[in-house]
């Protein structure tokens, strides 16, 4: 899960840079949201499921990345969305905003091996301590209960 947080962070980040620099304008939004909602969406599942599969193969992770960013700033970006209004590059071209986006899925492959490298791994594989709920101890004998009560009483 951390990379799809990492994922969305990033997302965030690029546009907000992107806007202030004024590298592309987005002129329609998804309400409530002030920019792609992708971002929220298509966007970290496509992580998520890119590294469940190609995690530990770079060079597959990297070459199927390449061709969905083509595929992204080509045809969704530059044609699609800037054909029906709603997204246009000012300041940057479509080439630049490519190797932005790859070098994003390498940040997000490379976030993943340091999260996979900061928790520690246990010798151990499963405790026993053999801890039980107190409802499920053995009740004491009817013998002792009753020897226990008569010297309270003074029996």
Known sequence: MPV??????TGILLLE??????????????????????LYSLDPIIA?????FLYGNFGLYLGVNVIMNVVFVYGALDYFYQSRGIFQFIGITPFLSFLIVTVRVILLYGYQM????????????????????AISKPLQDKKENNSQNDSKCGR
């Open 114 to 133: 340091w999260q996979e490298g900061i928790f520690a791994k246990s010798e151990r594989t499963s405790f026993s301590m053999n801890l039980q709920p």
């Open 17 to 38: 840079i992107g806007s202030t620099f004024q590298w592309f304008v987005v002129k329609e939004t998804a309400f409530p949201f002030q920019n792609f909602s992708n």
């Open 4 to 9: 799809n947080l990492f994922t969305i962070f």
């Open 48 to 52: 998520m499921w890119l590294m469940k």
